[in-house]
Structures are given as structure tokens and as C-alpha cells.
């Protein structure tokens, strides 16, 4: 070989050389620096956030004394139905009725949310919020009732799984925790639009022999009402019958008896 080729020859070998030094030299890990400290921010953190760490503690309850767990519940006995059941049932003595209209069709025009019911519209409504009559309308407790549309037949048990997962979506960044299950019942707190801490207990009953519930109840209060929630929702479940009749509709008042009525 040349001496020119040589030289050739030795140049590209040192090339190569070189070549193979950079490229094992950008392959290698390498340890990330930066001229500030900050925290760096993680894909996905390992440990998820409660949202109920960051809400504001409750807001007071209002001034009302509390329920108490040794009311009576005297006649008359108050009566609601359907075309499915028709269930007797008492409430505390002194307590006002209040219309629910959580549909448009369960409150004919004018009548709205809260509305007193009188007697007759008692009668006819297919749910209805008692608490006493001295009671502020919000933030205080109180005795609802409502009759169900159960066409799908669904049990006491079906119920209460449907209620809970209703609650857990439409309360989960509210506070909500479930206390208590039971086949027939379910215990929750939450926190309602005005940051009060609220205890609502439901419960559902179904006419024997059928399995199908149509009615459903519950209570709700503040905690320091929780003993008197408790003693009126064992006390109500105790005192309700029901039968699988039509409800009868009820008499106008001061209607004449008819021909076939009289004698």
C-alpha cells in the first residue's frame, strides 16, 4: 500500500472511532438539572384527593329545639293511595301538612312546593311533607310520605340499592356518607344547597301478600334531632298498614246522599 493510502486508511479509522464515542455517549441515561427548584408535577398522582377535605366546615343549624323521641301519635289516622295500595298511617300531634311536588302532576296549579294543604287536598296527594306548624320551611325536621307508581313491581330491597346510588351521584361532592342499610331502609347524611348537615332515614313498605313496594317515607333533621328521627321512624314503621285496594276517592263535603244511599 501507498504511503497516501495509508494515511487514507489510519484517518478513517480514528472517524469511526470518534463516531462510536458520540453515539455510546448520547445513549447513555442521563440525570435531569434545573437553575430552580419547583416541584415537578406528576402524571397521575398515587394518592387520590377526598373532595370532602376541601369543603368549608357545615354552616350552623337554625335555632329550633330539637325533635324529640317521645312524641304521640294520635288519631285521626291519615290515608294515602294509588290504583296499586292503599296505606293508614298516624303523624306527630300538631304537625301541618305541606304539599311535595317533586313532579309537575303531583301539584295541580296554583299550588307549589311547601304550600299548606287543607283536609281534602290531603287526601288527594301522592306525597306530603308534615313537620309543626311553628317550624321555619327550611332547616328543621320533618315527616314526608309519598305514594309510588310501582308498575315495575320492584321490592323494598330494589329500593333501597336505587336510592342509595341515586344519593352517592347526586351528593358525592356533597358530604354524603351512608350510615346504615337494612333490606327495607337506608340512613344518609349530606349537605344541602345552604351547607347544613342533614340526616335523612328511608324507608319503603310493600302490602302483603304482594312484595311489590308503594310506599315509601322518611324523616330528615339535623343532629341533634337524631334521636327523635330514629324514635319516629321505628314509630311510624309500627303504626302503617297497608292493603293491595284501590284508594276509595274521597267525599265531597256536604255531598247528598243519592237515592240508592238513602235508607
Not at 122 to 136: H, I, K, M, N, S
Request: glycine content about 6%; some cysteine.
Amino acid at each position: 500500500m501507498s504511503r497516501r493510502g495509508l494515511l487514507v486508511a489510519l484517518l478513517c479509522g480514528v472517524l469511526g472511532i470518534g463516531l462510536g464515542m458520540v453515539v455510546a455517549f448520547a445513549s447513555q441515561p442521563r440525570t435531569s438539572y434545573s437553575n430552580d427548584a419547583h416541584p415537578m408535577s406528576a402524571v397521575s398522582p398515587s394518592v387520590p384527593i377526598d373532595p370532602r377535605a376541601t369543603l368549608p366546615p357545615p354552616a350552623p343549624d337554625i335555632d329550633y329545639p330539637p325533635l324529640r323521641p317521645d312524641l304521640a301519635l294520635p288519631p285521626p289516622v291519615q290515608t294515602i293511595g294509588n290504583e296499586l295500595a292503599t296505606w293508614h298511617y298516624h303523624i306527630p300531634q300538631g304537625w301541618q301538612a305541606y304539599a311535595v311536588c317533586s313532579t309537575p302532576t303531583e301539584c295541580p296549579p296554583p299550588m307549589t312546593t311547601d304550600a299548606k294543604l287543607t283536609p281534602q287536598q290531603l287526601a288527594t296527594q301522592p306525597e306530603v311533607r308534615f313537620r309543626p306548624a311553628d317550624e321555619p320551611l327550611v332547616g328543621g325536621y320533618s315527616l314526608r310520605v309519598k305514594i309510588l307508581d310501582n308498575t315495575l313491581g320492584l321490592n323494598p330491597g330494589q329500593m333501597v340499592s336505587t336510592k342509595i346510588e341515586g344519593f352517592q351521584q347526586s351528593f358525592e361532592n356533597q358530604d354524603f356518607s351512608l350510615l346504615h342499610q337494612t333490606p327495607t331502609a337506608a340512613y344518609f347524611t349530606f349537605r344541602d344547597s345552604e351547607n347544613h348537615l342533614r340526616y335523612n332515614y328511608f324507608q319503603w313498605f310493600a302490602a302483603p301478600p304482594s312484595n311489590a313496594a308503594t310506599l315509601e317515607m322518611s324523616v330528615a333533621g339535623r343532629k341533634v334531632d337524631r334521636p327523635g328521627l330514629r324514635a319516629l321512624f321505628n314509630r311510624f314503621a309500627d303504626n302503617v298498614i297497608g292493603t293491595n285496594q284501590p284508594l276509595k276517592p274521597p267525599k265531597s263535603p256536604g255531598a247528598t246522599p243519592s237515592k240508592n244511599q238513602i235508607g
